[in-house]
């Protein structure tokens, strides 16, 4: 998402991600990942996750993601190389929800919810090009 | 739909709606942090 942020600004949208964890983590997290083109605001409680009814992933098939990662040899793209960068994920795995999967909505400015992807495993996120598919189609409003 | 967030700045939150109001937006929500 960050790589593409002009892009999906560009048709009048701002984007806002959210994830189920406090400030203070958020804030590491910036420190060594950062800087982001949007904001990062976090749910500690997850009560929109849970409101918006978001699925989990069960244990069984997060093993058997990560173990598919490591045979093709992806292992890096889970747990960095990078002290400071492993140092994060792994403070995010032992104190945030690992099993919980996200979503996408487009909201207008009347609240209405125009388009939305719920994730329904790990790797089904919404795609960039279909995202400025929907921009495109439901033009949103100033 | 309306929530409260925390913001990444210490202390403070941020309702959804008032993000809203500004611009429509794109939301995420993100399995995890990292």
Redesign the interface.
């Known amino acids: ?1 960050r790589e593409h942020n002009d892009s ?1 600004v560009s048709h ?16 590491e ?2 420190n060594v ?1 950062g800087p982001y083109p949007f ?6 409680e997850q ?3 849970k ?2 009814g ?1 699925r989990h992933v069960s244990l069984g098939k997060s093993l058997k993601i990560i173990t598919e990662y490591l045979l093709t040899g992806r292992i890096r793209e889970i747990f960095p190389k990078d002290n400071e ?1 492993m140092k ?2 792994m ?3 032992s104190s ?3 099993y ?10 009347t ?1 209405e ?2 388009w939305q992807h719920i ?1 329904s495993e ?1 790797a089904d996120h ?1 795609q960039i090009p279909q ?1 400025l598919q929907t ?1 495109e189609k439901f033009k ?3 | ?12 939150k ?1 309702y ?2 008032d ?16």
């Open positions: 998402m999906i009048g949208v701002t984007i806002i991600a959210v994830v189920p964890t406090d400030s203070p983590q958020i804030r997290y910036l990942y904001a990062i605001l976090g749910d500690p009560i929109a996750y409101t918006l978001l960068q994060i994920i403070k995010a795995m945030q929800d690992v919980q999967l996200g979503g996408t909505w487009l909201i207008e400015t609240g919810i125009l994730d790990s919404a995202i921009l949103p409003l100033d | 739909m309306d929530f409260l967030f925390e913001s990444q700045n210490e202390g403070k941020v959804l709606r993000l809203i109001n500004e611009k429509s937006i794109i939301l995420v929500l993100l399995r995890h942090l990292g």
